[in-house]
């Protein structure tokens, strides 16, 4: 995986990788879950992603 780099030079870093579905073990004991570990990532990448998106938004006025 590698970084994205906007036009002003930021950078994403890149999407959390899902797990495969062996990785979890489907016993529901796990804490934290592989699964819930990865939608945390996903939703803090997210918000990184919608944050850079809205600053490029507005520095070209759209």
Not at 8 to 26: H, N, T
Not at 34 to 62: F, H, M, P, S
């Given at each position: 995986?590698?970084n ?6 930021q950078?994403?870093?890149p999407e ?5 579905r062996?990785?979890?073990?489907g016993g529901?004991s796990?804490?934290?879950c592989?699964?819930d570990v990865y ?8 918000e990184?992603?919608n944050?850079?998106e ?9």
């Amino acid at each position: 995986m590698t970084n994205t780099t906007t036009q002003e030079g930021q950078a994403l870093p890149p999407e959390p990788e899902k797990p495969l579905r062996d990785d979890c073990c489907g016993g529901g004991s796990c804490c934290p879950c592989i699964w819930d570990v990865y939608y945390e990532k996903l939703a803090k990448w997210r918000e990184a992603k919608n944050v850079i998106e809205e600053k490029q938004e507005n520095k070209t006025g759209k």
